[in-house]
């Protein structure tokens, strides 16, 4: 079945970069996905690589996935105290799993000043 | 462009009462998600719809839970009787498309949480 995990929480400082980590099961999956949420509000989605790349660059973003392994990692660079928050990883899937998205626990990123 | 709206925001209800939230998904966004989040978890699927039918419901507890999406718009969510185990995050999401396998870029509303007392 499908299942992700991720550790519970992160604490870096201001400045320095943060690298989330998530390993799931199911090596179906099409798309993996990085969300965030800060508190009281809903779910962002922050960037997204299909399961056939390797990596994926979006400014201070960075996403390595390892299909070998089944690991994902979101890199911060130059992490700052707006990025505090909840950061989940989700994988989709094709045919009829088609929108269907499967999160992890989260990890809660908290950036000291 | 406005997000998706929730409402509630909160709600406490007492256990055996009935409880309802409702959502108001992004203009033109067809597919419509109902996700239950609980404390320290990440979201689960309760339903998902693709205009007015229900095309994935296998997660959605039917002996106490409902939804409907009326004219393929709006949606509303319903307990009764609510448990205390209900007590959770209800987040509604929506997307353009949602089953296709392509890419999810599901956008989400702030959620109603609720309390079960």
Same mark, same amino acid.
């Given at each position: 079945?499908?299942?992700v995990e991720?550790?519970?929480?992160?604490?870096? !400082?201001?400045?320095? =970069?943060?690298? #989330?980590n998530c390993t799931y099961t199911d090596s179906?999956s099409?798309?993996l996905? *990085?969300?965030?949420?800060?508190?009281?509000?809903?779910?962002?989605?922050?960037?997204?690589?299909?399961s056939?790349?390797d990596m994926?660059?979006?400014?201070?973003?960075?996403?390595l996935l390892n299909k070998k392994d089944k690991h994902l990692s979101?890199?911060?660079?130059?992490?700052?105290?707006?990025?505090?928050?909840?950061?989940?990883c989700?994988? =989709?899937?094709?045919?009829?799993?088609?929108?269907?998205? #499967?999160?992890?626990?989260?990890?809660?990123?908290?950036?000291? @000043? | 462009?406005?997000?998706?709206?929730?409402? @509630?925001?909160?709600?406490? #209800?007492?256990?055996?009462? @009935?409880?309802?939230? *409702?959502?108001?998904?992004?203009?033109?966004?067809?597919?419509?998600? *109902?996700? !239950?989040?609980?404390?320290?978890?990440?979201?689960?699927?309760?339903? !998902?719809?693709?205009?007015?039918?229900?095309?994935?419901?296998?997660?959605?507890?039917?002996? !106490?839970?409902?939804?409907?999406?009326?004219?393929?718009?709006? =949606?509303?969510?319903?307990?009764? @009787?609510?448990?205390?185990?209900?007590?959770?995050?209800?987040?509604?999401?929506? =997307?353009?498309?949602?089953?296709?396998?392509?890419?999810?870029?599901?956008?989400?509303?702030?959620?109603?949480?609720?309390?079960?007392?």
């Amino acid at each position: 079945g499908e299942d992700v995990e991720q550790s519970l929480f992160l604490s870096v !400082r201001e400045g320095d =970069s943060s690298v #989330i980590n998530c390993t799931y099961t199911d090596s179906s999956s099409t798309y993996l996905y *990085w969300y965030k949420q800060e508190p009281g509000a809903g779910l962002q989605l922050l960037t997204y690589i299909f399961s056939n790349m390797d990596m994926k660059q979006d400014q201070r973003l960075t996403v390595l996935l390892n299909k070998k392994d089944k690991h994902l990692s979101l890199r911060i660079a130059d992490t700052q105290t707006g990025d505090s928050a909840i950061y989940f990883c989700a994988e =989709s899937f094709g045919g009829n799993q088609g929108g269907k998205l #499967i999160f992890g626990q989260g990890t809660e990123l908290s950036v000291k @000043p | 462009e406005a997000g998706v709206v929730q409402s @509630p925001r909160y709600k406490i #209800i007492e256990k055996k009462q @009935p409880v309802a939230f *409702w959502c108001n998904p992004i203009s033109g966004h067809n597919t419509l998600y *109902w996700y !239950r989040q609980n404390l320290g978890q990440g979201p689960e699927l309760l339903i !998902r719809y693709e205009n007015e039918e229900a095309v994935d419901d296998s997660q959605l507890p039917k002996d !106490r839970f409902s939804a409907e999406r009326l004219k393929g718009v709006d =949606s509303t969510l319903k307990i009764q @009787p609510a448990e205390l185990g209900d007590s959770a995050v209800y987040l509604c999401a929506s =997307s353009l498309d949602g089953g296709t396998g392509g890419v999810q870029t599901q956008y989400f509303g702030p959620g109603t949480r609720l309390l079960v007392l």
